[in-house]
């Protein structure tokens, strides 16, 4: 099950914590709708992989490179009239905001919610990947949930992923977005 794009192309930021699934879902809802996928991971800059690898938490002024260079290769896809899902952990409202700004207003959210034991339990179960488990809580107490914020799905995470994608898209498809209009429709 895809979402229907409106007007100019969509971007869609699958969103929260590590361990989440950001890329896992991400990959499948831009392959259902037959857009680009880009591991928003990629695009940090080395020093703030390393930071990561080494158990440092990123401060603000380490993400914002980061979010910028994530809003570079959205306003790319849209000059080239392209929809693009991008992985990215968006914590705070300010992050999703900058982002928004970049898009133009085109661009969506799916939030990937789900609980400490769960999110833990995956990470540590995961192998080749930079951001160890020991930062998870500070990624928690950094997340602000965009409970309040238009164009957001929230989904749980403790669903198949099957399951997740399909509610991603199912959300995404209630969704009008229009370049500068933030409000869901």
């Excluded at 890329?23 to 992989?49: C, I, K, T, W, Y």
């Excluded at 080494?54 to 993400?63: N, V, Y």
């Excluded at 992050?95 to 959210?109: C, H, P, S, T, V």
Aim: aromatic residues 4%; glycine residues 10%; charged residues 20%.
């Amino acid at each position: 099950m895809g979402f229907e794009q409106k007007a100019s192309p969509l971007a869609v930021i699958v969103m929260g914590v590590s361990g989440c699934g950001k890329s896992s879902v991400g990959a499948r809802v831009a392959a259902q709708n037959g857009m680009p996928f880009l591991e928003g991971d990629q695009l940090h800059p080395a020093g703030n992989v390393e930071k990561m690898a080494q158990g440092i938490p990123l401060a603000d002024d380490d993400r914002l490179p980061w979010l910028d260079r994530i809003g570079e290769e959205i306003r790319t896809a849209q000059v080239a009239s392209q929809g693009l899902v991008i992985s990215c952990s968006a914590l705070k409202r300010s992050y999703r905001d900058r982002l928004r700004q970049a898009a133009g207003g085109r661009l969506a959210f799916v939030f990937l919610e789900g609980s400490r034991d769960l999110l833990l339990s995956r990470m540590q179960a995961r192998q080749g990947h930079f951001m160890p488990a020991a930062l998870l809580d500070s990624q928690l107490q950094t997340l602000e949930p965009p409970t309040c914020e238009a164009n957001v799905v929230t989904v749980a995470i403790d669903n198949a992923l099957d399951d997740i994608v399909a509610l991603a898209c199912q959300g995404l498809s209630g969704m009008a977005i229009r370049g500068g209009d933030y409000r869901a429709g």
